[in-house]
């Protein structure tokens, strides 16, 4: 996770600019943003947008209600050939120090467009219940006091999966299966151990126990490279994604219930 004192000295943009807080909304610190930085914070404010069509303040407002976060405010870094770097800075705690901060960073290039900076940050791109799970799991794995297990294993938050049966919280549930831990969503910039022109790819993993015969417990690992659509990487995920929950593990034929039996053993538990 990128804290703020990592950011600055890896964009090296000493002399921030002016700050925002939030306070039920935002409003300037009554020192103002210098006349080009304010522009480039409303463009990504009002401009950029999740893939299911939400704003950066919609994603961080829902996230803070189930998550260690506390929303600190924006800044403008300086320009450079590339573009110009806008920060949102969070902390885990209210308490917590500038220096302990944590910060999300778009990149505004010259002609408009606008990316994420950070690999921890990318599971924003697919709404507020991806970053959310993100920012949880991290929490679970690094032992945080009071970390919202609830929502880990909640089918509902899973729902930004998408398969042709249907969406993936949906089936969970209709399947009758209960989530587990260790839940993993993440996101890497490089593919198969490269760096991809086209970008990287989003990982979701999760443990299930099913109460279904023959189903039992299971893992299910989903990828998406940017600009496609989800893909089973998991013996238990193709099932999924494959099968309707109506029919799973309805094998009439003795052959097909033969057939099934040595990959179900080898499941990873």
Same mark, same amino acid.
């Given at each position: 996770?990128?804290?703020r004192?990592?950011?600055?000295?890896?964009l090296?943009?000493? =002399?921030?600019?002016?700050?925002?807080? !939030?306070?039920?909304? !935002?409003?300037g @610190?009554?020192?103002?943003?210098?006349?080009d930085?304010?522009?480039?914070?409303?463009?990504?404010r009002?401009t950029?947008?999740?893939?299911?069509?939400e704003?950066?303040e919609?994603i961080? #407002?829902?996230?803070?209600?189930?998550?260690?976060?506390?929303?600190?405010?924006?800044?403008?870094?300086? +320009?450079?050939?590339?573009?110009e770097?806008?920060?949102?800075?969070?902390a885990?705690?209210?308490?917590?120090?500038?220096?302990?901060?944590?910060?999300?960073?778009?990149?505004?290039?010259?002609?408009?467009?606008?990316?994420?900076?950070?690999?921890?940050?990318?599971?924003?791109? !697919?709404?507020?219940?991806?970053?959310?799970?993100?920012?949880?799991?991290?929490?679970?794995? @690094?032992d945080? +006091?009071?970390? *919202?297990?609830?929502?880990?294993h909640? $089918?509902? @938050?899973? *729902?930004?999966?998408?398969?042709?049966?249907?969406?993936?919280?949906?089936?969970?549930?209709?399947?009758?299966?209960?989530?587990?831990?260790?839940?993993?969503v993440?996101?890497? $910039?490089?593919?198969?151990?490269?760096?991809?022109?086209?970008?990287?790819?989003?990982?979701?993993?999760?443990?299930?126990?099913? *109460?279904?015969p =023959?189903?039992?417990?299971?893992?299910?690992?989903?990828?998406?490279?940017?600009?496609q659509?989800?893909? $089973?990487?998991?013996?238990?995920?193709?099932?999924? #994604?494959?099968s309707?929950?109506?029919?799973?593990?309805e094998l009439?034929?003795?052959?097909?219930?033969?057939?099934?039996?040595p990959?179900?053993?080898?499941?990873?538990?």
């Open positions: 996770m990128t804290d004192r990592g950011l600055w000295f890896g090296g943009l000493g =002399g921030c600019v002016g700050l925002m807080f !939030l306070t039920g909304g !935002l409003a @610190n009554g020192g103002g943003f210098r006349a930085d304010k522009p480039s914070i409303d463009k990504v009002s950029w947008r999740a893939q299911d069509g704003t950066a919609e961080f #407002a829902k996230v803070s209600t189930v998550a260690h976060f506390v929303p600190r405010g924006w800044e403008a870094g300086r +320009k450079t050939d590339t573009g770097p806008v920060v949102f800075s969070w885990k705690h209210r308490s917590d120090k500038t220096k302990d901060e944590h910060t999300v960073t778009w990149e505004v290039a010259p002609d408009g467009t606008m990316k994420l900076v950070a690999p921890y940050t990318k599971p924003m791109e !697919l709404g507020w219940q991806a970053f959310a799970l993100s920012l949880v799991s991290d929490e679970v794995a @690094n945080e +006091k009071r970390a *919202n297990r609830r929502f880990l909640d $089918p509902a @938050n899973f *729902n930004f999966v998408t398969t042709a049966q249907g969406k993936l919280g949906d089936l969970l549930r209709r399947g009758r299966c209960t989530i587990g831990e260790p839940v993993g993440h996101y890497s $910039p490089q593919i198969d151990g490269q760096q991809s022109a086209e970008g990287g790819l989003w990982r979701v993993e999760l443990s299930v126990g099913c *109460n279904i =023959g189903l039992g417990d299971g893992v299910i690992i989903f990828e998406k490279r940017e600009d659509d989800w893909e $089973p990487q998991s013996f238990f995920a193709k099932f999924i #994604a494959t309707a929950p109506g029919s799973w593990f009439a034929d003795p052959k097909e219930q033969e057939a099934f039996e990959t179900r053993k080898t499941m990873p538990k």
